[in-house]
């Protein structure tokens, strides 16, 4: 089966990028925006850094901000409604990927209204149609949710999170603004910033990984590695570096998926609200090693991607280890906690469940089973 890559049309990086949306607006003809935001994100003063150049050019606009950190089924559904009834044309997605996914849900049903029952949008669904029209503006270097076809939903009913994978649904414009992700807190710039590290090391090891996408994963782990640590200090060279490594994550694992890290940050989230980043950064480690006699030489490579030196004089094993032992090392850091309390043994038979039927194990390395993914749980207990 041929290899496939799935990018954005258009996508803007640096600082000041966000000054092109209006005219790109007028230059599609867009009348009426839907800005699709968090909460927060509009409190701040984050949202209205967008809103504003389309307040100066006198495009009509609608915020809406009903989306939680880990957004849910009825977030989407209200989304959805609030779009009909401002008649909007367009999207323009502002936040982390709590915002860009809800966005992606919301424009994919606006286009394709066979599918309004949001959990048939689960796994790889059979949509005709792209989404509506969308600008993703991320104000966090983690989740590249402007450049992937994924999207995840929290089913708070069932407590699971499912994904949606759809070439339907990725933005038509991404614009990367490092100042969009200035006000960030230590924590979240660390907590995305390793959800990125995740993406990027899941991508580069997992079954479908070939190499073009390698050579997006190895160079995103080499930026996150040298920048992560001064991003989470806001140091502004390296809150530039994060912004362009996280995109350049996604545009790799997009097109190749992840690994059993994500299925199990994924469940996470769901059961006990745990923030993505950390549930992710908890679990790579102990991941990697699960995964190890399945990568090949590719640990030489991450190690390498690290800053580890040496790692042409050491043996498989040495080398194996050092790419964990960095990991771990940047992970603690930038203030990771390496265990979550809130995690019961009589939680684990769902917990594993959940993980295995999520559609990140597929593309694990290394094949898995409940039993197996029980004892990984264990492991951050």
């Not at 049903?109 to 949001?118: G, H, L, M, Y």
């Not at 609200?273 to 190890?292: F, K, R, S, W």
Request: some cysteine; glycine content about 8%; aromatic content about 6%.
């Amino acid at each position: 089966m041929a290899d496939r890559i799935i990018l954005n049309p258009v996508s803007y990086h640096g600082k000041g990028a966000i000054r092109e949306i209006p005219a790109l607006a007028a230059s599609r003809g867009w009348k009426n925006i839907f800005v699709c935001s968090d909460p927060d994100l509009v409190k701040f003063g984050v949202t209205a850094k967008v809103t504003d150049l389309l307040d100066e050019a006198k495009i009509p606009y609608t915020v809406y901000s009903g989306i939680k950190p880990n957004p849910t089924i009825d977030n989407v559904k209200d989304g959805v409604a609030a779009f009909k009834a401002c008649g909007a044309d367009s999207i323009i997605a502002i936040g982390g990927g709590s915002s860009m996914d809800t966005a992606k849900a919301i424009g994919v049903i606006i286009t394709n209204p066979e599918f309004s029952d949001v959990r048939s949008l689960e796994g790889v669904a059979p949509t005709k149609n792209h989404a509506v029209p969308t600008v993703a503006v991320p104000t966090t270097a983690g989740t590249a949710a402007e450049v992937t076809i994924n999207y995840v939903i929290t089913d708070v009913e069932k407590e699971r999170k499912f994904v949606c994978v759809d070439e339907h649904d990725i933005p038509e414009v991404a614009v990367i603004d490092p100042e969009m992700m200035s006000s960030m807190p230590k924590g979240l710039t660390a907590s995305t910033g390793m959800d990125a590290l995740t993406h990027a090391i899941e991508g580069y090891t997992t079954k479908a990984a070939w190499e073009m996408t390698d050579m997006f994963h190895l160079e995103a782990i080499r930026l996150i590695a040298k920048h992560l640590r001064g991003a989470v200090q806001n140091i502004p060279e390296d809150r530039e570096g994060m912004a362009l490594a996280q995109y350049v994550a996604g545009m790799g694992f997009s097109n190749v998926g992840l690994g059993i890290a994500h299925s199990i940050a994924h469940t996470l989230g769901a059961h006990y609200d745990t923030p993505h980043g950390v549930a992710c950064a908890m679990m790579l480690p102990i991941v990697m090693e699960y995964n190890q006699e399945c990568t090949g030489e590719r640990y030489r490579e991450i190690a390498r991607a690290m800053g580890v030196e040496g790692v042409d004089g050491m043996t498989q094993a040495e080398y194996r280890k050092a790419a964990v032992d960095a990991v771990k090392q940047l992970s603690a850091d930038v203030g990771i906690p390496a265990k979550n309390d809130r995690i019961r043994e009589e939680d684990l038979d769902q917990l594993a469940a959940d993980a295995y039927a999520d559609a990140c194990r597929p593309g694990n390395p290394r094949d898995t089973n409940v039993e197996e993914l029980k004892e990984l749980y264990r492991k951050i207990m």
